[in-house]
């Protein structure tokens, strides 16, 4: 069973896929990385101190023979001082001599040899994780400057088990308050952590499911708290949206009811408007004077509202099919929107197509038709209320960051600006110009179908100019 497996099978990886068991092992990785970094310069120094001690106690115990009467002193007491160095032998190095004092069996060889004059703190841990990981049986040379009066240099032959067994304890002790801090800070922050961000972190998740099951049930709206911080921002943003998502799907399903609601009654209401139309065509043949004058303005309210309900059922059954995107000549397309759109003008207007023959557009041709003739057709529309000059409609196109400018401008008295803010919203125009209020929504719809938009430009008593982008 290879590492990942048996992680897998102690739940390692279950844990640890946690927020709180992710925070807490990184927590504890971090503090292990800290405490590596002033594990070793701790024990090298204090391998160091080792080692100066060695040489302190080694100064102490030669210091009494530096002395010229030292020879006098007799065998038994030269050789009870000497113990007291803790060294195989010292060798003190003097101006014009080096003095040797053999202290234990002097050892075949030397292992390693250390000179404490010139390491740095980099050598001293070197030399402290050297030591604990060899067993102890090597025999060192420590070099040193002296402080003994006429003295240049001490040198100490050290047996390392003792030096390695002071420096295995104090590494212990240093290894064991690490781990009692990492385990109290580790704890500490990971109650902080999962009472301060998990705790509301799982609040928050389990608001987001239970209200995915069932947006609809307003008591699954998450009761955001008050308090300040990300977390406290987070949970009044999520419940904010959750206000609104519920009040959209609350919308939506009143008005899908409506919508079942006219489908239901289209067919008698056209019933009733067709009888109506019926009896106002024989109305026109009245011979009351004053009943064939009234007769055209019934028989016009009549079409007005079989028209507004046939559109509204259209618009309300809008699922457009997915724009079929081929590469066509723009200006074709203008040309043949203009001939359906200027043909049953009441007031002769022209349209000028400054479209380049070259342009081509990648487009649903039959889509990009209907918003062009819907445009122009509004255009015209606008034209007929004028009367201090000629109507002219101006189709103009250009390519622009990887898009597609097409411009509709007429010089017609332009849009209201009370109108301007809800000129896309369906039925917001119904009751001006004798439309619905629907082509400009459905328009700008087919438009976005494709990555693009439409928009107002400007508007103003000069005329309107209209903009489509389309993406290549």
């Known amino acids: 069973m290879g590492l990942t497996e048996r992680l897998q099978k102690t739940g390692f990886s279950k844990a640890t896929g946690s927020l709180s068991g992710r925070l807490l092992l990184l927590t504890s990785l971090f503090f292990l990385i ?5 594990f070793a310069p701790a024990i090298g120094r204090h391998y160091r101190g080792i080692l100066n001690n060695h040489i302190l106690s080694a100064e102490l115990t030669v210091l009494p023979f530096t002395d010229a009467n030292s020879k006098d002193l007799p065998l038994p007491f030269r050789q009870g ?18 003095i040797f004092y053999p202290i234990k069996p002097l050892p075949m060889r030397i292992d390693r040899t250390i000179d404490l004059s010139s390491d740095t703190i980099w050598d001293d841990m070197v030399n ?6 060899h067993d102890g049986r090597r025999i060192l040379h420590v070099l040193a400057p002296s402080r003994i009066k006429d003295a240049r240099e001490i040198s100490l032959i050290l047996d390392e088990a003792p030096i390695r067994a002071s420096l295995v304890g104090y590494a212990k002790g240093v290894v064991a308050s690490g781990l009692f801090v990492l385990l109290f ?13 998990v705790s509301p972190m799982r609040r928050i998740i389990r608001s987001m499911t239970a209200f995915g099951e069932n947006p609809e049930d307003a008591s699954r709206i998450l009761d955001a708290s008050q308090a300040g911080g990300e977390i406290g921002q987070a949970e009044r943003e999520l419940a904010a949206m959750q206000r609104d998502l519920y009040g959209f799907l609350r919308q939506k399903e009143r008005l899908a009811a409506l919508g079942a609601a006219m489908a239901r009654i289209q067919h008698d209401l056209r019933n009733i408007l067709a ?18 004058r009234l007769t055209p303005a019934l028989m016009a309210s009549i079409d007005r509202a079989i028209g507004l309900a046939t559109n509204t059922l259209k618009f309300g059954h809008a699922d457009a099919r997915p724009p079929e995107r081929v590469f066509f000549p723009l200006a074709e397309v203008v040309d043949e929107a203009a001939r359906s759109a200027l043909f049953p003008a009441a007031k002769p207007c022209r349209l000028v197509n400054n479209v380049d023959r070259g342009i ?7 889509q990009l038709f209907r918003v062009l003739l819907n445009l122009i057709h509004n255009a015209v529309q606008a ?16 390519g622009k960051n990887d898009n597609t400018e097409i411009d509709i401008a007429d010089n017609g008295p332009g849009i209201d ?20 209020g629907l082509g400009l929504a459905i328009a700008r719809e087919l438009v976005r179908g494709h990555g693009g938009d439409l928009m107002l430009l400007t508007s103003s008593r000069e005329g309107t100019v209209f903009r489509i982008v389309l993406p290549n």
């Open 417 to 436: 600006t009370s109108l301007q803010k809800k000129l896309f919203q369906p039925f917001a125009l119904a009751t001006t110009g004798g439309g619905y």
């Open 275 to 292: 009888s109506a139309q019926l009896t106002s065509d024989r109305l026109a043949e009245s011979d009351d004077p004053q009943v064939r």
């Open 81 to 98: 001082l000497l113990d007291h160095a803790d060294a195989v032998a010292v060798i003190l190095k003097m101006s014009d001599q080096r």
């Open 360 to 366: 081509k557009v990648l487009a649903d041709r039959e």
């Open 185 to 197: 800070t580790a704890s500490l922050m990971f109650f902080c952590l999962h009472f301060f961000l």
């Open 128 to 133: 402290a994780l050297d030591c604990l990981a």
């Open 383 to 398: 034209l007929t209320r004028i009367s201090d000059r000629s109507g002219v409609i101006t189709v103009s196109a250009r």
């Open 34 to 38: 800290g405490e590596a970094t002033i």
